[in-house]
């Protein structure tokens, strides 16, 4: 049956892509189900080359999946209106549909079309800048298709994965992705899906600068997109031709082929192929010195590009305004879009978090390797010996800080010190015995539930045994470094090293670190400090201070609430604040907030453990510098933690 519907198509395809009513006629006497499969493959086959009338096609077949109550088929339907729909640039209707495809996909078990819903939605949110939540989508969708064995559904996620790599400009992951999709594309015989790996690859070739190979890939690409007669291919196949000919000062031909790349993607409506064609040809008049052109064609692209809702069209717009601008000698225009163009860029940057990205591919690959008996085990061992290593690095701490408890007790004759020393030995035993047991606690338990229940466990129960080890890890590991931290400062090992800093590259490394903690609670940090303000500090006490007060803040701070850290320059010193608007303290908690006989265990908006041991740590480390710290804070209004490092 299936031979027979795609030999009917190919047929029907061959004569001017026959129009829809003649295609509805003429399988008018066919099965419901076999009319809404062949409707389909007819919407796949034209969505690109002729959206509108494959959107028309989709949504008669959903129609009839819907009538005889086929939720596979709606499914299938759904999926391929909502690439139809960010074809068209629709991308809040696209997403809509493919949400409404995985639920029904999900409510007859459908995996084929959960894996494409997946992909898909991963993919729109690629497009709109979002790259941390696109790598989450397809990440499900390859894990579903690998189980599969679907080789055409894993080359539509590594495509994606590409491509999230190369906006990254990590161009050898991207052409290792790229590359395994070509290999895919041409085991399945799939020639448009080929022609568009082959084109992906030249454009990363393009990035590198290597226009020799990205020009010899894009003329094959050419020759393949013409074969399948796949008109958007086209246009971004001669873009590419055209690109490597003006970047080789070839004006003329970039010309023609801009051109020709133009009225093709105008033709289809291809608006992202229209803005670039607009800009190259603009650039292209620019460097023949016809700026009046070169003027018209860059305001076409602003326009069509002002009404797309694709972020990363209107960044390169903006650059290439910038870039135009600067050839012009009109340098006021050109750090005017130079301006937008960084402020869209850092909006991105913001929401996409590389290691993140990294990490959760990571997580992927690890957890496609515990499927097997052997690597489960193997893998339960080692955790078992890391869990070793963590109770004889706490033995050893314990030890340390008897030893250095003991040193400082023989040194100190007085009984007001000694009874001083005996509450600091009493404070960092129950630090020890509460503060680690607890994470160690989930570190056992999950481990136990992970080696007994592993394959009954969801994927989805294991992410989240696997997340809460790492945090529970996070926690002890904080601890046992300021542990360590105080007892070098302590013991008077720890070496003391200023140097000239940037005090802002300094608050952004630490605000970087602690971004995943501001995340989870939907919080804000703000940074206002002078780009040019420097300090004599030391550069990991500095840092140890930061990350302290800063993560006591989001501890401490209600979910979608607000961090602030502000520098000001004095005559003598640096005086910085990191101020938030949550728990607050009492007058009688800011008093025993930097003693040592009276660290004790305070709880976080949503529980979490402090000590109150980074603080005291923050005030030695301020000590050596010289400088000042205090605190003021008032219940339920927040707290402000202000300190002072010399110039």
Request: proline content about 0%.
């Given at each position: 049956m299936k031979t027979l519907i795609l030999f009917f198509l190919q047929t029907t395809f061959l004569f001017a892509q026959a129009n829809l009513d003649s295609l509805m006629k003429s399988i008018s006497a066919k099965p419901d189900t076999a009319r809404a499969r062949i409707l389909n493959d007819y919407a796949w086959i034209n969505r690109s080359k002729n959206p509108n009338s494959a959107l028309k096609s989709s949504e008669e077949a959903l129609k009839i999946a819907r009538a005889i109550n086929n939720k596979n088929l709606q499914a299938r339907s759904l999926n391929l209106m909502g690439v139809?729909?960010?074809?068209?640039?629709?991308?809040?209707?696209?997403?809509?549909?493919?949400?409404?495809?995985?639920?029904?996909?999900?409510?007859?078990?459908?995996?084929?079309?959960?894996?494409?819903?997946?992909?898909?939605?991963?993919?729109?949110?690629?497009?709109?800048?979002?790259?941390?939540?696109?790598?989450?989508?397809?990440?499900?969708?390859l894990s579903v298709f690998e189980n599969l064995k679907h080789k055409e559904g894993i080359s539509f996620c590594t495509i994606n994965i590409g491509l999230i790599y190369r906006r990254q400009g990590n161009y050898v992951k991207a052409l290792e992705y790229l590359n395994y999709t070509l290999r895919l594309r041409e085991e399945i015989n799939d020639r448009p899906g080929k022609a568009l790996a082959l084109n992906l690859i030249a454009e990363v070739h393009f990035d590198l600068g290597e226009f020799n190979a990205a020009l010899k890939y894009y003329l094959e690409v050419e020759k393949e997109y013409q074969a399948v007669d796949d008109k958007k291919g086209l246009a971004a196949a001669w873009g590419g031709i055209a690109g490597v000919y003006y970047e080789q000062k070839n004006y003329q031909s970039a010309l023609e082929y801009r051109n020709k790349s133009l009225e093709l993607a105008t033709k289809i409506n291809y608006l992202e192929g229209q803005v670039h064609n607009h800009i190259n040809l603009?650039?292209?008049?620019?460097?023949?010195?016809?700026?009046?052109?070169?003027?018209?064609?860059?305001?076409?692209?602003?326009?069509?590009?002002?009404?797309?809702?694709?972020?990363?069209?209107?960044?390169?717009?903006?650059?290439?305004?910038?870039?135009?601008?600067?050839?012009?000698?009109?340098?006021?225009?050109?750090?005017?879009?130079?301006?937008?163009?960084?402020?869209?860029?850092?909006?991105?940057?913001?929401?996409?978090?590389?290691?993140?990205?990294?990490?959760?591919?990571?997580?992927?690959?690890?957890?496609?390797?515990?499927?097997?008996?052997?690597?489960?085990?193997?893998?339960?061992?080692?955790?078992?010996?890391?869990?070793?290593?963590?109770?004889?690095?706490?033995?050893?701490?314990?030890?340390?800080?008897?030893?250095?408890?003991?040193?400082y007790l023989s040194k100190k004759a007085a009984n007001k010190k000694l009874q001083e020393l005996n509450a600091v030995k009493d404070t960092f035993f129950r630090l020890i015995a509460h503060d680690l047991k607890t994470p160690f606690n989930a570190i056992f338990g999950y481990t136990e539930m992970l080696k007994e229940d592993f394959t009954i466990l969801s994927e989805e129960e294991k992410l989240k045994y696997i997340t809460d080890i790492g945090r529970a890890s996070k926690q002890s590991y904080q601890l046992l470094e300021n542990l360590l931290l105080w007892s070098q400062s302590e013991s008077g090992r720890i070496e003391f090293n200023p140097q000239t800093l940037n005090l802002k590259l300094i608050i952004l490394e630490s605000k970087e670190l602690l971004m995943p903690a501001a995340k989870n609670k939907n919080i804000e940090i703000a940074v206002e400090c002078d780009d040019n303000l420097t300090v004599n500090a030391d550069m990991q006490m500095l840092t140890t201070i930061f990350r302290n007060l800063i993560s006591n803040a989001i501890k401490f701070t209600y979910p979608g609430g607000n961090v602030i850290i502000h520098a000001i320059d004095e005559p003598k010193n640096v005086k910085i604040s990191i101020k938030d608007n949550g728990l607050g303290m009492s007058d009688e908690t800011v008093k025993r907030l930097f003693k040592l006989n009276e660290v004790s265990t305070f709880n976080g908006t949503q529980g979490e453990k402090g000590t109150g041991l980074g603080l005291i740590l923050c005030k030695e480390f301020v000590s050596l510098h010289k400088g000042k710290i205090k605190v003021d804070s008032e219940p339920g209004k927040g707290s402000t933690f202000i300190f002072t490092i010399p110039k």
């Open positions: 139809i729909y960010r074809n068209l640039g629709n991308y809040d209707k696209s997403i809509s549909v493919y949400t409404n495809a995985l639920r029904i996909a999900e409510e007859v078990k459908d995996s084929v079309q959960i894996a494409y819903s997946y992909n898909n939605l991963g993919g729109i949110y690629r497009l709109q800048g979002n790259n941390t939540l696109a790598l989450e989508y397809i990440l499900k969708a603009g650039l292209i008049y620019a460097q023949l010195k016809n700026f009046q052109k070169a003027d018209l064609e860059f305001a076409e692209a602003l326009r069509i590009a002002n009404s797309m809702k694709e972020i990363y069209v209107q960044i390169d717009t903006y650059k290439n305004f910038a870039k135009y601008n600067e050839m012009k000698n009109n340098y006021k225009e050109a750090l005017l879009y130079f301006k937008k163009y960084t402020t869209l860029k850092d909006s991105i940057m913001k929401q996409e978090n590389i290691a993140l990205i990294t990490e959760m591919e990571a997580i992927y690959k690890s957890e496609r390797a515990e499927k097997e008996k052997t690597v489960l085990m193997k893998d339960l061992e080692l955790r078992e010996k890391q869990t070793n290593y963590l109770i004889i690095i706490l033995l050893l701490i314990v030890v340390m800080v008897v030893i250095i408890y003991s040193r």
